[in-house]
């Protein structure tokens, strides 16, 4: 082998050696643009899920066996929250009317207290019925 193949076998590595590190680098530099956007669509979705306000008649929160353990809505009209025991049947409730006129809470068996007040008057009265009382 002369000297001229030596160094015409000798640039040709170099050029080789070129073409493979520029290859590199530009996969290196796809790869890292890649996760970039990656993370960015993943940032950007992730604020997504949570909107602002959430508008409904009624929510319920539902156990793993799918009784409901919590209702927020409407009974005859006027806004109450209720939670459910296990069995599904109501434990607490509390609700007002629309006008503040009327609060009540109340458990599974009977009302607990009862607030009502007259539109026309700025009293309130008050009702803590007795064992077995259940007034209106």
Same mark, same amino acid.
């Given at each position: 082998m002369t000297v001229e193949q030596r160094l015409e076998a000798l640039e040709q590595n170099v050029r080789d050696g070129a073409r493979q590190a520029r290859r590199w680098r530009n996969i290196a530099f796809g790869s890292c643009a890649l996760l970039v956007g990656v993370c960015a669509l993943g940032a950007d979705q992730a604020t997504d899920h949570i909107p602002q306000i959430i508008r409904a008649r009624t929510f319920e929160v539902v156990g793993p066996n799918g009784v409901v353990m919590a209702r927020l809505g409407q009974a005859r009209g006027d806004g109450t929250l209720a939670l459910y025991g296990p069995? !599904?049947?109501?434990?607490?409730? /509390? !609700?007002?009317? &629309? =006008? !503040?006129?009327?609060? &009540?809470?109340?458990?599974? &068996?009977?009302?607990?207290?009862? /607030?009502? =007040?007259e539109e026309a008057s700025p009293w309130a009265g008050l009702t803590l019925p007795d064992r077995g009382d259940t007034p209106d």
């Open positions: 069995d !599904g049947r109501p434990d607490f409730q /509390v !609700g007002m009317t &629309s =006008t !503040g006129t009327k609060i &009540s809470l109340a458990n599974e &068996s009977r009302r607990l207290f009862h /607030v009502a =007040t």
